[in-house]
């Protein structure tokens, strides 16, 4: 196995898809590129909510389009339902997004990564970052280890795109799991590693709500939330057709749209969360980590915004081949016999069936006034970070 590259990327998230394009577009110099993650068919799967854009967001995924990346490709190759945002305001705040086909999302970005030659991919978890020790405190590697055996990869560059997985553990209610995503396990060693090197650590928290099953919802109850009639792409590449890879957008939109539908919470609701305040995480003590501040869980809603007598709800499809319903507005990290319960409260969701049960993640961070503006750490020549390691949101 090769075991020199130009750069090594650690994490096959959005941040690490793009740091691995983006080595392998470098420009005058001759470049190989190792994209190491803890399982190779989960790369470019989408974490949370499988969708695209927002307000602000939506912009930075046209920056990133302009600036070369795939994000854009892959999001208007997977959306399956496209809207602009703050329509009603001038152009320079309008927010393009899009809702995607989790499946087909990541797919796209799988293509994307394969139909360049000069990454490779590679399975497994980094326990240790090598450092030279001529005093010049430059990244030289990593260290590997796949199925009970360790291999050193070398390289002047390394960026570290972990998410929410550096000693990740997850809550539903009282009970506790391991890991940065639901069947995954959480990268222990590389926080360790830091840990050694003399980097502060931090701890946040992110949440997700629960999914439901689509065939149990009571659909013709609830007020259609359609897209855009004539949606704008994210990537100007889109409009004149592009292929890569297995994927080939010769149309836009390239797949089937969709619409989604609208519920709320109501007072009753929000009695029974304040009612279980105790064995919700964040309010127990169980969970002290810092959580996003722009995306709360219900639990924060219904305590922040005691006034409000209820919160809109969107139901909106994961994709066009599964049954699942993301739930967007309501993440809670809630024990599961409240989330049915809540569940079970809305409009439309009275016989409403959960396939999984949302979960707050608390994870490592890396408190970011020890990176620079290009993303290099201070403590560490040609260590790069990107994405929620940073302390980000996502």
């Not at 490779?120 to 405190?137: F, K, P, Y």
């Not at 260290?143 to 390394?158: E, I, M, Y």
Request: hydrophobic content about 40%; glycine content about 12%.
């Amino acid at each position: 196995m090769k075991n020199t590259f130009t750069v090594i990327v650690i994490g096959g998230g959005h941040a690490g898809a793009e740091a691995a394009w983006a080595a392998a577009n470098l420009l005058g110099i001759p470049r190989s590129v190792a994209l190491i993650t803890a399982d190779i068919s989960k790369l470019g799967v989408m974490s949370c909510n499988p969708a695209i854009g927002g307000l602000a967001k939506g912009q930075l995924v046209r920056e990133i389009d302009a600036l070369g990346g795939l994000m854009g490709l892959a999001a208007d190759a997977s959306g399956i339902m496209f809207k602009m945002l703050n329509t009603s305001k001038g152009a320079a705040v309008h927010g393009p997004r899009c809702q995607s086909d989790k499946h087909a999302y990541a797919a796209a970005v799988q293509s994307l990564i394969g139909s360049r030659p000069e990454i490779e991919l590679l399975e497994g978890m980094v326990d240790e970052l090598l450092i030279a020790e001529d005093g010049s405190n430059a990244v030289q590697g990593v260290r590997v280890s796949h199925s009970g055996r360790s291999t050193d990869l070398h390289a002047k560059a390394v960026v570290l795109t972990t998410g929410t997985f550096m000693r990740a553990l997850m809550h539903t209610g009282e009970t506790k799991t391991e890991g940065g995503r639901v069947g995954e396990s959480s990268a222990v060693g590389i926080s360790a590693a830091l840990k050694r090197i003399g980097f502060e650590l931090g701890r946040l928290k992110t949440g997700t709500p629960p999914r439901l099953d689509i065939n149990t919802i009571e659909w013709d109850r609830l007020p259609v939330q359609a897209g855009d009639e004539d949606p704008v792409p994210f990537s100007d590449l889109t409009p004149g057709g592009w292929s890569a890879g297995g994927v080939v957008c010769d149309r836009f939109p390239l797949m089937e749209q969709t619409t989604c539908r609208q519920t709320r919470t109501c007072e009753t609701l929000h009695e029974l969360i304040r009612s279980n305040l105790d064995r919700a995480p964040m309010f127990s003590g169980q969970i002290s980590s810092t959580g996003p501040r722009y995306c709360p869980s219900i639990e924060d809603k219904v305590v922040r915004f005691a006034d409000r007598t209820e919160h809109g709800v969107f139901l909106e499809q994961e994709g066009l081949c599964t049954d699942w319903i993301y739930c967007n507005g309501i993440a809670t990290s809630l024990p599961a016999d409240i989330q049915d319960e809540i569940i079970r409260a809305m409009p439309g969701c009275a016989n409403a069936s959960i396939v999984q049960y949302g979960y707050a993640v608390e994870y490592d961070m890396v408190s970011p006034h020890q990176i620079q503006a290009t993303g290099e750490t201070r403590l560490v020549k040609g260590l790069f970070l990107a994405g929620q390691i940073n302390g980000t949101s996502g």
